[in-house]
């Protein structure tokens, strides 16, 4: 029989994504942060979050005060930066400079997209949700960009050549294999 150990209530939810979300107030200075705690909230509109600590992060302020952010998906060649981007503060580091990557002006918000990530997302804030440790920033998608060398044939994302990876506990985990399609379960 399969034992049960029960442990405190806590947020054993994984894999998570890790994304680089970028921010700035006017056009100057962007900043760059890691952020797991991140997700789908609703598809029409297209909705999305992202939790925030409101101490010890200077994308806080930005993203507060712009009301805007861009969710940027990294490849597993960017585990580096994403680990980097999370471990040192804009307050005191040019994140962008850091890294090398490359930031490109989006087209409906002050946010730049970062191009080595193949896809990102541009986000308007239209509700703050303050639950305890984190401040949620519910947003809508604005506009969605890819990399035209991520696409097949048919303009769909190829994960094969995405290479995308998750957060599993404090490890990042590459997502391998592809096992399934949606629906394959009812498909003869
Ligand atoms: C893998 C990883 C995931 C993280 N996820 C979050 C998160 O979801 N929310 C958050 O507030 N901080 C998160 N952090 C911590 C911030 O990225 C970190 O405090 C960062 O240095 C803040 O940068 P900033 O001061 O430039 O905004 C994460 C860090 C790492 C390495």
């Known amino acids: 029989m399969i034992k049960k150990i029960a442990k405190e209530p806590s947020t054993p939810l994984f894999p998570v994504p890790t994304v680089l979300v970028t921010s700035c107030l006017k056009e100057s200075n962007p900043n760059i942060v890691t952020i797991a705690w991140t997700g789908i909230m609703n598809s029409v509109p297209p909705i999305v979050y992202i939790g925030l600590r409101p101490e010890g992060r200077y994308s806080y302020r930005l993203i507060k005060d712009s009301g805007e952010y861009v969710i940027n998906i990294p490849t597993v060649a960017l585990a ?38 193949p896809v990102n997302l541009e986000c308007k ?3 703050v949700l303050a639950l305890g440790s984190h401040d949620v920033f519910i947003a809508d998608v604005l506009a969605v960009h890819y990399n035209d ?14 290479r995308p990876y998750g957060y599993c506990g404090n490890e990042y985990r590459l997502i391998a294999d592809k096992i399934g399609t949606y629906g394959y379960s009812k498909k003869g």
């Open 80 to 117: 580096w930066q994403v680990d980097y981007c999370g471990m040192v503060s804009g307050s005191k580091v040019n994140k962008f400079k850091e890294t090398g990557l490359t930031p490109v002006p989006a087209s409906h918000v002050k946010a730049p997209l970062i191009a080595e990530c």
């Open 125 to 127: 804030v239209r509700q």
């Open 149 to 162: 060398d991520v696409q097949d044939e048919k303009g769909r994302l190829d994960m094969d050549k995405i």
